[in-house]
């Protein structure tokens, strides 16, 4: 079953504008974690916010948590051509077995950015 | 650096033929783990290995075998595939450190199977 859900499903912009996805999920988490794909390639790991920060920054990248509202952001600024991808979250949830942790993902937002 | 290796990439079967699929990591990570991803949706998890010497269900298992070989490879085994199971199928490892909870997974780059 889906845990997170992206929103919006597709984002367009332009180049150096700042793009804002959103991820809302329905279970308590030990963690969030943002993950990029681009086109016929494998996910690549962006960042990872534990269910007790409430931001977290690396680079072009800001991550939000609220966990009262099961809700997640990813900010990224000033984009560039090249941040054209679809951008997952996924979560683990509370509970998950020692050893091992199952990465529940959503359908991802599906980012363009115009030159 | 090669991280997580996929083979094939692409692949073309008839319905009814058997298929591996095979993995293979060389980051030393403990878990490893079998999706797959179809058009409009997220990846969902077929199987994964805790460790060397252990496998367990994921959400989408059935149809599916998997063999951990060893630490660095697991391999994926379609028995009698089925046109529902056309798909990208992905392998991703994690885990230096054993039973660290707040750890990344790594992706290959998939292989692309068609079932006739």
């Known amino acids: 079953s889906q845990q997170g859900e992206e929103d919006p499903q597709a984002l367009s912009i332009q180049e150096g504008e700042n793009a804002t996805m959103n991820c809302s999920y329905k279970t308590s988490i030990n963690n969030l974690q943002w993950y990029r794909q681009n086109s016929g390639r494998g996910l690549v790991h962006l960042i990872l916010i534990r269910s007790n920060e409430r931001e977290k920054h690396s680079g072009r990248l800001r991550v939000t948590l609220d966990t009262s509202k099961k809700s997640s952001s990813l900010l990224i600024t000033a984009s560039r051509a090249a941040d054209t991808a679809s951008y997952f979250c996924?979560?683990?949830?509370?509970?998950?077995?020692?050893?091992?942790?199952?990465?529940?993902f959503g359908k991802g937002t599906k980012l363009s950015v115009i030159p | 650096n090669a991280g997580v290796t996929q083979t094939p990439k692409f692949q073309v079967l008839k319905t009814g033929q058997s298929m591996t699929l095979q993995c293979a990591q060389d980051?030393?990570?403990?878990?490893m783990y079998w999706y797959r991803q179809d058009p409009g949706m997220g990846l969902r998890l077929i199987y994964y290995s805790a460790s060397e010497g252990t496998t367990d269900k994921g959400e989408v298992p059935n149809g599916y075998n998997v063999s951990r070989l060893n630490k660095r490879e697991f391999s994926l085994r379609l028995e009698s595939a089925a046109p529902s199971q056309t798909s990208v199928y992905f392998c991703?490892?994690?885990?230096?450190?054993?039973?660290?909870?707040?750890?990344?997974?790594?992706f290959g780059d998939g292989t692309r199977l068609s079932i006739l």
């Open positions: 991703a490892s994690s885990g230096k450190e054993f039973a660290v909870i707040n750890q990344p997974q790594h």
């Open positions: 996924a979560t683990v949830p509370v509970g998950s077995g020692a050893g091992s942790y199952q990465l529940t």
């Open positions: 980051m030393n990570h403990n878990s």
